[in-house]
Each structure stands twice: as C-alpha cells, then as structure tokens.
C-alpha cells in the first residue's frame, strides 16, 4: 500500500431549513483536519437535488435529476471512508439522507464508515439504524460514535456548544475509521 493519505467524506445528513447539522459537520471537519491524517472532505446533501428514489421524474427535469443522481454517485466513490453526521428524526434517520443513501451501493461496498449523531438522545437511534442500512451496503461502521445532545450541546437546541469531552470519542472514532478504511482499500485493490 502506498503512503498515499485517505479520503473521507464528512456527510451532513439534512437538508433540514434551520437544521443543526451543518454547525455540527463544521466541527468534525476541523476536529479531523486538525490530525491532518487524512484528507477530510464536507459534502453537503443539500448541494444534491436527488429525486425521490422511485418517483415519476417529469420529462422536463429528467436531465437534471439524473445529472444530480451521476454527481452523487460519483462523490460517494470518490472516498476510502465516511463519517455520517445525522440528525435523528422520529427515533430514525433523516428522509434526506435515507433517500441519498438508496441511491447508492457499489459505491460504498467494502468501505468504512463512523458516525456522528445529535438528537435528544445524543442521536443513539440514528447511529443504531444506520448501522443497519450500512450491513446490507457491505460497509464496516466502527464501533465509536460521537454523540451530541440537543439538551446538553445546543444553546436553546439550535446554537452549537459542544462539551469538550466529546474530543476523545471523536479521536477513538477518527482512529478506527482510518484503520478499518486502510484495510479496506486494500480489499478493493
């Protein structure tokens, strides 16, 4: 394996207006680039116009569906590993990121991905439901999470003040994730 640094995508699992989950994507990206062990990517589901996975697309925004679709799909391959920041919504994973997500599977076969969740309870049934989707995608999720609280972590559960101890499930995170995605880079060679 070459010296070659990984590639890991930062998802920010809303397109929520008003969501928390870019404040939260921006300090996991700068928490990572900090280690400058790897390089670290955002990518913003908002910035993808998916079409619902299986809905009637009207012959007028037919190309720009499938151009958003092609986009996606192209991001998503382009790294060894991800790190999924998601909120958790109705005790799940956010429509947005649930509807990108079915769009893809080669793309993310034999790879690694971590998670960062927030919600009322640290955003646990977020990260427990996508680790269900990700065993079908045949992606390895690393047992560390990075968990914040809407009560705890938010300012008036909308202005991010994360409590320094999160560091150190961020850094166990961050090493597993490149661990399992070195690994698997070499599966996929």
């Avoid at 092609?70 to 509807?99: Q, R, T």
């Amino acid at each position: 394996m070459t010296n070659e640094k990984l590639k890991v995508g930062i998802i920010i699992g809303s397109t929520r207006q008003g969501r928390n989950a870019e404040a939260v994507s921006n300090w996991m990206y700068d928490f990572a680039s900090k280690r400058n062990d790897a390089d670290y990517e955002l990518v913003d589901l908002a910035d993808y116009n998916l079409p619902f996975l299986g809905a009637a697309i009207p012959a007028e925004t037919q190309q720009a569906a499938e151009a958003a679709i092609k986009a996606w799909s192209e991001k998503m391959a382009s790294f060894d590993g991800y790190i999924f920041v998601a909120p958790e919504y109705n005790h799940a994973v956010s429509g947005a990121l649930k509807n990108a997500i079915d769009f893809l599977n080669p793309e993310l076969n034999n790879k690694a991905a971590g998670f960062v969740g927030y919600g009322s309870l640290g955003g646990a049934r977020v990260i427990e439901n996508l680790r269900l989707i990700f065993g079908e995608l045949q992606v390895a999720d690393v047992r560390t999470a990075v968990t914040f609280s809407l009560i705890t972590d938010f300012e008036n559960m909308s202005v991010f003040k994360p409590a320094d101890y999160h560091a150190g499930n961020a850094n166990e995170m961050l090493n597993q994730l490149l661990s399992w995605s070195g690994a698997l880079k070499t599966v996929r060679n």
